[in-house]
């Protein structure tokens, strides 16, 4: 008879458009394959029970938490993670630019996460209003920003009104 | 953390997942979205030696129109009760609870059996369920039987469900079919409203107190049926026996809120972290009212 949990299952996973296999025991988590298997480290984990959505990831193109799915219970779908944002020539993804040139991270540890929930919403809410965005990003937790510069970020893609940026203390003091 | 060992089968049909509960049963744990369980092995709390997994039974996945109402495969994915129109006119109170469960990234995995099952006070489906007199469904290898929901929830994540039994699938009766005294013969339709109101710390939080209702109103404007649950005060959803009085009556804000007040004392309330028993009634009873008040109105307006 063989130990509990011992026996391997073999998985074939299409990660950001490339083919991938792994062998993988029932209680590996899919962040722990994407990680550590296939060397995508992009994909963090935060709270390792779901509250954070740090881990959060595109499971057949819906947001899924990594560490709430079983390596093996992907087999055979299509997983997107934060490394499939780029495009072709290493260039980022808007929002990946609007995040940078609005100040939306700090740290930088949610961000991986808060980005795949934003794709994953954008391509279903492609306008959506500030209370929307908040909404969306109900399920996923930064301790640095705020949350302020994200939601300008989201508006700035998704085309929506923004808030003109504060003005810096010398030129609001000649004004 | 990781969760303990565990073996993992993933059975391609529902008798086949029957079989695998009947060989395990209290060994085994069912998973179908995984957004309670896998928090819970994850932390060490739930040690199954056998999951099985549910996701590669297609036929779970099913949701269908069935005479004005709806039938939910226990697998149907919490995001499709916000998404799918179908919910929107069979079961609109659904729908309108659906965005307030956990989060768009739960959701999408999160399954509607699962969080029967799961059974947790503080959720929002076992409570819609209740107003909406589901039927559950269930089967084991011994065979199938049908549970109202009012029966299915007996106590802190404890449900009628035994060990080797798996929910399939959730019945809903269409708008009209709801019982309770039949309409006179010859008048117009009833009409029929929801009505949802709940207090959470933050958005997708576990509700510190819920209402939902369904109210049925005649031509004339007489409650013809009205089924109000409370639910996260106590141990499991509350079906209020004082809304079951306004059967019959034409019922207006008063009077609404003297049933909120009568169903707040009704209620267990617990004391925790996050709310007093004290502060639980005083928002149940306005909840109750709120939700009342929307499902009447929305009746009106039907």
Known sequence: ?175 | MRPAPFDYVAPRTVDEALDLLARHGDEAKVLAGGQSLVPMMNMRLVRPAVVVDLNRVATLGALREDAGGLRLGALVRQHALERDGRVARAAPLLAEAAPLIGHLGTRARGTVGGSLVHADPAAELPACMIALDAVFHLQSARGARACRAGDFFRGLLTTALEPDELLVEIELPGPSASPGPAAPPGSAARRTGHGFAEVARRHGDFALVGACAVVALDAGGVCRQARLVMFGAGDRPHLARAAAALVGERPGAARLAEVGRAEAGEIEARDDLHASARYRRHVAAGLAARALGQAVARAEAA
């Not at chain 1, 990831?57 to 944002?85: H, Y």
């Not at chain 1, 290493?90 to 609007?98: F, M, R, V």
């Open chain 1, 1 to 175: 008879m063989t130990t509990r949990g011992a026996v391997a299952h073999d998985i074939a996973v299409t990660v950001n458009g490339v083919a991938r296999r792994a062998r993988v025991i029932p209680r590996m988590l899919l962040a722990d394959v994407l990680r550590e298997e296939w060397g995508l480290t992009g994909t963090h984990l935060g709270c390792e029970h779901g509250a954070c959505g740090a881990c959060t990831v595109l499971v057949d193109g819906e947001p899924a938490r990594a560490c709430l799915m079983f390596a093996v219970q992907a087999d055979g779908s299509r997983v997107e993670t934060v490394e499939g944002l780029v495009d072709g020539d290493g260039g980022l993804h808007p929002l990946q630019e609007a995040f940078r040139s609005r100040h939306a991270l700090q740290c930088g540890f949610c961000t991986p996460g808060i980005l795949m929930t934003l794709v994953a919403y954008l391509r279903v809410h492609p306008a959506p209003s500030e209370a929307e965005i908040r909404e969306a990003l109900s399920g996923n937790l930064c301790r640095c920003t705020g949350y302020q510069h994200i939601v300008q970020a989201v508006l700035e893609v998704a085309g929506g009104p923004l808030t003109p940026p504060s003005p810096r203390r010398g030129e609001g003091e000649r004004a």
